[in-house]
């Protein structure tokens, strides 16, 4: 989340759309937008967006003076402004892959899942090369997290917010944060304590702004202290913050911001200032009630009577159901947490936040199921606060959540000391998102949960775990055209389903590499790989996927012109769809036998075997593939030029499809 100049809830709701001072700070980058850059001075048309620099420390109001920039700037940028943020709440840098990712998603482009970082930046760049927005990033580490993503086009802006210089990108001046002017901090407070406690004692005010060293977030903390101390006067509070020791291994500027939290946090009583060193552990430093009460062990209605006390307070931000930790707070939680928990406790309360994220994503899931399935009926014992009454109440649960989800995901795999929890976490997560987006709408979201599981699989050394992790992740490179990556990794699943005994996935591995060496081109190899997949499936007596890969053998045969092969396939095909009594499929495999023996130069006995697959076809009562078999049919004959018989047939297909016709149709899409 941003860092805030004012507070966002609580006694602070009139100062919610308010801005205080920094109109000097305005006034500079507004002028920098203007000036003439290197490129412009020698006479040169500039190359790329320009880059403005808020730099400054968490806490002293740096972001909020950025969106104070961009809202003031809107007009200028059409289509908008485009918002990351580049490290995380605790310190952490985030990947490049996921911030444009999220940029991608933010302009409604589709990224495709497991694409590299180098590929997501050209796509994030190539948009904004048409567009003319103002591109917001936040809490930048260092030049390298910002130069990737910025544009070649001039005609776009670039705020970037960060703590110190952007060395190596040229032609950028910081607009270096300090301290608010003291009338500025004192405005900030008022909106706080309201005017007569400032009034009054007007001095005591000035010396309460300067004990804050003017910054945003200790004003507001201080001012929500006073809030809920209505009879508490500026002087006493500035003498109690006065006189707090600082913590001498901190900087300098940060002191401060240490000395106001750490009023507000001996205030609180003892179950609430638990539950806010518990929110160090919220992922992504995203909380909502349910999370609280699971760090807690409280009920969810304690945790968010709590919440909503420490939004007042200035110690989260809310924004809709959920809580946010402020940035600037983040690492004074951290080493509050690790200062007065024991180990095993943060353990329990981490553990107890991800079986209830478990069971609200199997409750999201299980919501989409139909009335009186066992899911269902699952989720009716479940308690009353962990269900959602409707399949779109759960969608927008999972559409709010998901970062924060994506991010327990993550961290709870790289802790690696509930492995079981996290497993179940990827697992649940996986199936709700398939449940609620679709399999290829979420797709990016799932490869990254498949590395996740990936990742536990090799760890714990399970095989079995390993292999179908292996094959999610090469089924979406093979959708994404990345055919020789999915080849690997369907190699690597392969070994792995040897290693656990499972024959399901070796089965499914070698059928896959056969697939990927046919789109590859490598008729040969798919062919071998098909043949050996075949032979595991008929030592097994799975009937029905020994005659689905005859098919696929016969197809690759076709492919590779040996048509004697090809035709002895969909011929064992047919057999094997036949003693299924499967009566779909054996039409298909006539059909597709029909087309070898006329790539064969055999027409006649062609025509013979498709006329037996329409009739098949209608024995199976399928009228859109017995439509399909007739134009194949008429197809046929008028390549050995019975042009009349054609038109008969063409008529025949078109009376069994009705109004619709046949326009486009075909085998492929009966």
Wanted: proline share 6%; net charge neutral; glycine share 10%.
């Amino acid at each position: 989340m941003t860092d805030q100049a004012v507070d966002s809830g609580g006694p602070a709701d009139a100062s919610r759309d308010q801005f205080f001072g920094r109109q000097r700070e305005l006034k500079s980058l507004r002028a920098d937008i203007e000036r003439a850059g290197l490129d412009t001075i020698a006479g040169r048309k500039a190359p790329r967006a320009r880059v403005l620099l808020i730099a400054g420390r968490p806490g002293s109001g740096r972001t909020a003076l950025a969106e104070e920039l961009a809202h003031r700037l809107a007009g200028d940028y059409p289509d908008g402004v485009l918002r990351t943020r580049l490290t995380e709440p605790g310190g952490r840098r985030v990947p490049m892959e996921r911030a444009a990712r999220g940029l991608l998603d933010s302009l409604e482009i589709a990224s495709p899942p497991g694409a590299g970082e180098d590929e997501l930046t050209e796509m994030v760049r190539e948009a904004l090369a048409v567009r003319r927005m103002l591109l917001f990033l936040d809490d930048a580490g260092d030049a390298e997290q910002v130069d990737p993503l910025l544009p070649d086009n001039p005609d776009c802006l670039a705020v970037a917010v960060a703590q110190g210089p952007l060395t190596g990108i040229p032609d950028v001046r910081p607009c270096t944060l300090g301290g608010m002017d003291a009338k500025s901090a004192i405005e900030l407070l008022g909106t706080f304590t309201g005017s007569v406690r400032i009034t009054v004692d007007p001095q005591a005010a000035e010396t309460l702004a300067e004990e804050c060293g003017g910054q945003p977030a200790a004003l507001v903390l201080v001012g929500g202290w006073l809030a809920a101390r209505p009879k508490t006067s500026v002087a006493d509070v500035a003498k109690r913050l006065r006189a707090l020791p600082d913590d001498g291994e901190q900087p300098r500027s940060v002191r401060p911001l240490a000395r106001a939290f750490r009023l507000v946090y001996e205030s609180l009583p003892q179950a609430a200032a638990r539950i806010l060193r518990l929110l160090a552990l919220a992922p992504a430093g995203l909380a909502d009630a349910h999370t609280a009460s699971a760090l807690a062990g409280c009920s969810v209605s304690a945790a968010q009577t709590t919440l909503n006390d420490f939004t007042a307070l200035g110690l989260v931000h809310r924004s809709g159901h959920q809580y946010e930790v402020p940035g600037a707070l983040a690492p004074l939680l951290r080493a509050l947490l690790e200062a007065q928990d024991r180990p095993a406790e943060v353990q329990l309360a981490r553990a107890r936040m991800l079986e209830r994220t478990v069971r609200q994503l199997h409750s999201c899931r299980a919501v989409t199921e139909p009335d009186g399935s066992p899911a269902r009926k699952k989720l009716a014992g479940l308690p009353r606060a962990l269900r959602f009454a409707t399949a779109p109440a759960a969608a927008e649960w999972l559409r709010i959540r998901q970062p924060a989800l994506l991010a327990s995901a993550r961290l709870a795999v790289e802790d690696g000391e509930l492995d079981t929890l996290a497993r179940r976490l990827v697992a649940a997560l996986v199936r709700a998102l398939a449940a609620h987006r679709g399999t290829e709408d979420a797709a990016p979201e799932l490869y990254g949960l498949h590395q996740l599981v990936l990742g536990v699989a090799e760890r714990r050394g399970l095989h079995r775990e390993e292999a179908a992790a292996l094959l999610n992740l090469a089924d979406l490179d093979a959708q994404t055209g990345r055919t020789e990556e999915a080849l690997a990794r369907y190699r690597a699943a392969l070994d792995a389903g040897r290693a656990a005994n499972d024959p399901y996935a070796t089965g499914r591995a070698m059928e896959s590499v056969g697939g990927a060496y046919q789109e590859l081109g490598d008729w040969q190899r798919a062919a071998d790989w098909y043949g050996r997949a075949l032979a595991q499936r008929q030592a097994r007596g799975e009937r029905a996927d020994e005659a689905r890969l005859y098919g696929r053998l016969a197809a690759a045969h076709t492919y590779a012109g040996r048509y004697g092969d090809a035709l002895r396939g969909w011929r064992a095909a047919v057999a094997g769809y036949r003693r299924l009594g499967d009566l779909p499929s054996q039409a298909r495999a006539l059909s597709e036998a029909a087309r070898v023996q006329e790539y064969a130069g055999r027409p006649e006995e062609s025509l013979h075997t498709c006329r037996e697959a329409v009739e098949w076809a209608r024995q199976a009562g399928d009228v859109r593939l017995q439509a399909a078999l007739q134009l194949r049919l008429a197809d046929t004959l008028d390549r050995i030029g019975d042009p009349a018989s054609a038109r008969l047939h063409r008529g025949t297909a078109g009376r069994l499809l009705g109004p619709e016709g046949t326009e486009g149709f075909s085998l492929r899409n009966p």
